[in-house]
């Protein structure tokens, strides 16, 4: 049995894609996870499966929620070890004055290499930066989020990747709660 942590896009946003987290919580345990737990209602889904393999974990989710719900809903799943690379290799972090409450992290489907931030061509949203680690891409916007071009939509379209964005708390938050699990 695995814990594995599926990070739900776009659900509960402004009105679209709207699901309840206690029945998609009972919807994942019918399916056969277990121990299933949710975080906040941007759709931060903690669950223990027999699956090994974190894609296929993924897809199960993405057609249970199809299936009861009607939404196509993009799902990257990852795994503690994601979690933590965040806090070891987010180079950001390392600046003197750090603000947090401006770094983001953009979870992908499948590992990029390091000249795919090329890709992205970040130069045209300067003073906002970012940097890729494998699955994920550490952002820091200059003035925020929501003032922007450099988000999920881009970053799905340039690197062809599902991806989902979560703030540096949730990412901290999600980590001390995978620590506590078990």
Same mark, same amino acid.
Request: aromatic share 8%; charged share 25%; hydrophobic share 40%.
């Given at each position: 049995?695995?814990?594995?942590?599926?990070?739900?896009?776009? *659900?509960?946003?402004?009105?679209?894609?709207? *699901?309840?987290?206690?029945?998609?919580?009972?919807?994942?345990?019918?399916?056969?996870?277990?121990?299933?737990?949710?975080? *906040?209602?941007? @759709?931060?889904?903690?669950?223990?499966?027999?699956? %090994?393999?974190?894609?296929?974990? @993924?897809?199960?989710? /993405?057609? %249970?929620?199809?299936?009861?719900?009607?939404?196509?809903?993009?799902?990257?799943?990852?795994?503690?070890?994601?979690?933590?690379?965040?806090?070891?290799?987010?180079?950001?972090?390392?600046? /003197?004055?750090?603000?947090?409450? !401006?770094?983001?992290?953009?979870?992908?489907?499948?590992?990029?290499?390091?000249?795919?931030?090329?890709?992205? !061509?970040?130069?045209?949203?300067?003073?906002?930066?970012?940097?890729?680690?494998?699955?994920?891409?550490?952002? !820091?916007?200059?003035? @925020?989020?929501?003032?922007?071009?450099?988000?999920?939509?881009? *970053? %799905? /379209?340039?690197?062809?990747?599902?991806?989902?964005?979560?703030?540096?708390?949730?990412?901290?938050?999600?980590?001390?709660?995978?620590?506590?699990?078990?």
């Amino acid at each position: 049995m695995k814990t594995h942590l599926a990070l739900l896009r776009g *659900i509960n946003v402004s009105g679209h894609n709207m *699901i309840k987290m206690d029945a998609l919580k009972t919807v994942l345990e019918n399916a056969g996870f277990q121990n299933v737990q949710t975080y *906040i209602q941007s @759709g931060n889904v903690f669950i223990d499966a027999d699956e %090994e393999n974190s894609a296929s974990v @993924g897809f199960k989710i /993405k057609q %249970e929620i199809f299936k009861e719900f009607g939404h196509e809903v993009p799902v990257v799943v990852i795994a503690k070890e994601d979690l933590e690379a965040c806090l070891k290799n987010n180079q950001f972090l390392k600046e /003197k004055d750090c603000d947090t409450k !401006k770094l983001y992290v953009a979870f992908l489907s499948k590992e990029m290499q390091g000249s795919a931030i090329n890709d992205l !061509k970040i130069s045209q949203f300067k003073p906002d930066e970012a940097a890729i680690d494998k699955s994920r891409i550490y952002i !820091k916007y200059a003035v @925020g989020a929501g003032k922007t071009r450099l988000d999920q939509k881009y *970053i %799905e /379209k340039k690197l062809n990747v599902v991806a989902t964005v979560r703030n540096w708390n949730t990412v901290t938050t999600l980590l001390n709660m995978f620590q506590e699990l078990k």
